[in-house]
């Protein structure tokens, strides 16, 4: 079957960095992504990853490991807006775009 | 930004009735989806839509579901005969062309229907 796992929830203070870790286990992997979502609002698109290694966009970055099964989506230097979950999704080769997603992690930054 | 809009942002039906959930996916893109999201859960794929045809659907898309691409802009999803458990946040959404590999989705800011 199709398995992918996150915390929870995470808490973390403006400024500083957090990481939030995804694990999966799928057949076909095609890519992961990483979306935001504010609560009552749609997903937002944020990285994604195809190949291992790192990928910067901003404050954002986001890593995988596909031998592993791991990735982590690192948010730099917290703003109190990045409050929200995040969501870890798969995409599966040869099953028409569809991904896969995770339950979430919902991140609150304190002041 | 281009962006996925949907129509309405809320609705609320009686049980048995048929709902239609509209969306205009962005332009130039030609891979069109729709997912939902039960309150407190994950979000779930539904189906995926290309070329005017149904390209994959879940477990979840029974002969209850639809979709259709009725004109140039528009892709709808309907639900024949709802029961309270379709109540939940419907998200649209859509992709790039065969290149985008995967396939970068862009979602809509989603319906919520209650069914009661």
């Known amino acids: 079957g199709q398995n992918i796992d996150q915390p929870t929830e995470m808490t973390a203070t403006e400024g500083a960095i957090v990481q939030i870790n995804c694990t999966y286990q799928t057949s076909g992997f095609n890519g992961l992504f990483w979306y935001q979502q504010h609560a009552g609002e749609a997903p937002t698109f944020l990285s994604y990853?195809?190949?291992?290694g790192l990928e910067e966009k901003g404050r954002f970055s986001s890593f995988l490991s596909r031998s592993k099964g791991y990735s982590y989506l690192l948010l730099k230097e917290l703003q109190m807006k990045d409050s929200a979950s995040y969501l870890c999704?798969?995409?599966?080769?040869?099953?028409?775009?569809?991904?896969?997603f995770g339950q979430g992690t919902e991140l609150s930054v304190k002041p | 930004e281009p962006e996925v809009t949907q129509t309405p942002s809320h609705q609320v039906t009686q049980m048995g009735q048929e709902v239609i959930l509209r969306c205009v996916p962005i332009s130039n893109h030609l891979y069109f989806y729709w997912y939902r999201q039960i309150l407190g859960q994950k979000v779930e794929f539904l189906v995926s839509?290309?070329?005017?045809?149904?390209?994959?659907k879940s477990e979840i898309f029974d002969d209850q579901f639809s979709v259709e691409r009725p004109d140039g802009s528009n892709f709808t999803l309907k639900i024949r005969s709802t029961k309270l458990e379709d109540s939940a946040m419907y998200f649209c959404?859509?992709?790039?062309?065969?290149?985008?590999?995967?396939?970068?989705?862009?979602f809509g800011q989603g319906t919520r229907l209650t069914v009661v």
């Open positions: 990853n195809v190949l291992d």
């Open positions: 959404a859509s992709s790039e062309g065969p290149t985008d590999i995967p396939r970068k989705a862009f």
């Open positions: 999704a798969v995409s599966i080769y040869n099953q028409g775009g569809k991904l896969i």
């Open positions: 839509f290309y070329n005017n045809e149904i390209s994959e």
